[in-house]
């Protein structure tokens, strides 16, 4: 019989619906029943594309001796991470002080007030390679639980020691005086320190992309011509889309690297990944044209629409690593199987792609771009570059087709409101750059579909399934949402997505905002009382919720002339300026919006009716072109200050470019308005 979670609408939670063991969802009933009951609380947290997750799943909770244990001892209570970050990060915290690492799937032992007493991450079913058992931890601590309550007494009043020292959040009091630019030349050293000149990235395996410190480093080469800051997120972007991280048939990328060189991917695709590297890739792409970057940003964004993209408009959250119980089975190949699929394009291909009988993943083969010169490999085959770029984009197409035809890796289906947020911004800049209809179709679809779904009355959700949307948004969710519907005002000059930004900004700072410190919780004042109220502020995988409701308060403060939007994003940047310079790869994405906040905006007006021929030839000039610290208004008869008294010279559309309340001349030709840009990059310069 199916257990409660079959009532959920999680993707992971349903995976788990069918176990033996007596799963129930967090909720006040779950927690009232371990108290009823004097019973411990097992937590197991994950995701539905979480490898190790499934192995743990496939040993222990579908195995029914190991789940009648659970039911007699514990109650079981599984969480989506993905859904339920507040209860991620608090559990993590714990799980990080008393092991030292953490990860998922996370196993956590609480008491029946919510508080951990002990914590880890994957166990075997057997006793392993010095790891002890699942079934030998649960025994030891429910005995514990029952046996040795002043041990388990002592463990939980030093972990609410520890979550009552980090609510006084690190870094410079109130007041401090605020971060220049030495915060980011610091920063920019410190990355370059730790780059990895051989295989690009920074140094170290597992490797992660670090798209938002690489994103940092663009703008830092933006602002002071530093070529050494832009080669670093040029070669690394590069190395990881010649990689076998990326997916050479189907684009996206993986989550990460196991190796130091790209080579061989945990498979699963997460969408933040997507949509972080692709507007990365936008941004390097409009600071040198590179062709091959361009075409990674189409493949990786044409993936999310073609295989992410849910009927209502929104976008899914990740494909699994694994397919037929393996992990990557789906994505790799034999030299026989691209012989039989590619006839006498075979072994241009298996060139290209570096394919060996021997094979470089288990006796297959993970595609990647080898190491050769293109020039030689297409002279040996009588191709010029365009040729040969003809053939590989030929087999794409073929093996892409054959592929479809396997068992696909697991979809979750449920949109996340941040996540979304994340992917909107990046087919907006990209319609922008690019100069793309459908990308900007699918931006102002999507966008369109996110705030009839997930925002009611101010109010954000975090995630829908089918059109449906539930659970109380968090600090992430409302600022992404925020921060895409500047993107999407960017994008079309519609006033309706600013008045959306602003409410939501309005929400942030009614919801969120902790009047002792001047920062934001994680989880709204109305939210669920645990036990402690979450404030993750470093930029990990995805941007945190400050950094976002930062650049969120900086970019409104710009486009409407409000000095509170403007002190609240200072106040965010000033606390945490500190641990940014201590930590700068924890705070990438904040790095970005304290370069805005030091060296200002860079404003462009472009006063004209939006649907004139002219008038696009002006914004296309400003999409193709990387301006750190832009902020772009336009329209006719706005009462924004960026473009109130700004009009048409003599009925021509006209560019206002400005910077530090000080505004060049208006300009009409295209190429004016370019070269004021670039000027004004570099009047920006340290």
């Keep these: 019989m199916p257990n409660r979670l079959a009532h959920e609408t999680s993707p992971y939670l349903l995976q788990h619906a069918d176990n033996p063991v007596d799963w129930w969802p967090w909720s006040p009933e779950a927690l009232e029943r371990a108290r009823v009951e004097n019973k411990p609380i097992l937590l197991s947290i994950g995701y539905a594309a979480c490898h190790w997750c499934h192995v743990m799943a496939h040993e222990s909770f579908e195995d029914a001796a190991t789940a009648a244990f659970m039911n007699e001892r514990f109650i079981n209570i599984k969480v989506d991470r993905e859904e339920r970050p507040d209860l991620d990060a608090i559990y993590m915290q714990a799980v990080q002080a008393m092991t030292g690492h953490g990860g998922w799937p996370m196993t956590v032992f609480l008491t029946p007030d919510g508080v951990p007493f002990y914590g880890g991450t994957y166990y075997p ?293 941040s996540w979304n947020g994340l992917i909107v911004r990046a087919f907006a800049d990209a319609a922008r750059a690019f100069d793309d209809a459908r990308y900007r179709a699918i931006a102002v679809q999507s966008a369109t579909a996110l705030w009839n779904t997930m925002v009611r009355d101010g109010r954000v959700f975090r995630s829908s399934k089918s059109g449906r949307a539930r659970i109380a948004g968090y600090l992430e969710d409302y600022a992404s949402l925020g921060v895409a519907a500047l993107a999407i005002y960017e994008l079309t000059f519609d006033e309706t997505w600013i008045d959306r930004a602003s409410a939501l900004a309005e929400s942030i700072d009614t919801w969120f905002r902790d009047d002792d410190t001047g920062l934001y919780f994680d989880t709204s004042s109305d939210q669920e009382t645990l036990i402690t ?115 048409p010279t003599a009925g021509v559309p006209a560019a206002f470019v400005c910077r530090n309340y000080a505004c060049e001349l208006p300009v009409t030709d295209p190429t004016a308005l370019d070269d004021q840009l670039a000027a004004a990059a570099r009047v920006s310069r340290s």
């Design 125 to 417: 079913k057997e006793d392993r390679q010095g790891m002890p058992s699942f079934t030998r931890i649960m025994r030891s601590l429910s005995d514990a639980y029952r046996e040795r309550p002043s041990d388990i007494a002592r463990t939980i009043a030093s972990v609410r020691e520890m979550y009552a020292d980090s609510r006084a959040m690190p870094g410079a009091p109130r007041g401090a005086e605020s971060p220049s630019r030495a915060l980011l030349d610091g920063a920019y050293l410190a990355l370059a320190e730790r780059y990895d000149e051989r295989f690009g990235g920074f140094e170290g395996a597992p490797k992660f992309p670090q798209a938002m410190s690489l994103d940092f480093l663009v703008t830092y080469w933006g602002r002071t011509g530093t070529e050494q800051a832009l080669a670093i997120a040029t070669n690394s972007f590069l190395a990881m889309a010649r990689g076998g991280i990326y997916d050479q048939v189907g684009g996206g990328f993986a989550r990460y690297s196991v190796d130091d060189r790209w080579l061989v991917p945990h498979f699963e695709k997460m969408l933040y990944d997507n949509a972080l590297l692709a507007r990365l890739g936008v941004h390097l792409w409009q600071a040198g044209a590179h062709p091959e970057i361009r075409r990674i940003v189409e493949e990786t964004l044409d993936w999310a629409a073609r295989e992410m993209r849910a009927p209502e408009g929104g976008f899914y959250s990740s494909l699994d690593a694994d397919s037929e119980g393996h992990e990557g089975k789906f994505y790799v190949w034999s030299a026989d199987d691209l012989d039989a699929a590619l006839g006498d394009d075979a072994s241009l291909v298996r060139e290209y792609w570096g394919v060996t009988a021997d094979g470089n993943f288990e006796g297959k083969n993970i595609l990647f771009v080898a190491d050769v010169d293109r020039r030689v490999l297409a002279a040996r085959y009588g191709l010029d570059d365009g040729a040969l770029d003809e053939r590989i984009a030929g087999a794409k197409r073929r093996l892409y087709h054959l592929r479809s035809a396997r068992v696909w890796p697991g979809l979750d289906d449920k949109v996340l409101a």
């Design 533 to 647: 109220r979450p404030r993750e502020v470093t930029d990990n995988a995805t941007p945190a919720g400050s950094s976002l409701a930062a650049e969120l308060f900086a970019r409104l403060a710009e486009l409407t002339g409000d000095d509170a939007l403007h002190r609240r994003a200072a106040g965010i940047v000033d606390r945490l300026a500190a641990a940014a310079a201590r930590y700068p790869m924890a705070f990438g994405y904040l790095l970005t919006v304290a370069d805005m906040l030091i060296n200002g905006a860079i404003e462009v007006a472009v006063a004209g009716a939006p649907e004139s021929a002219a008038f696009g030839e002006l914004t296309r000039v400003v999409g193709a072109r990387f301006v750190p610290g832009l902020v772009l208004a336009g329209g006719q008869g706005s009462s924004l200050p960026l473009l109130a008294g700004r009009a």
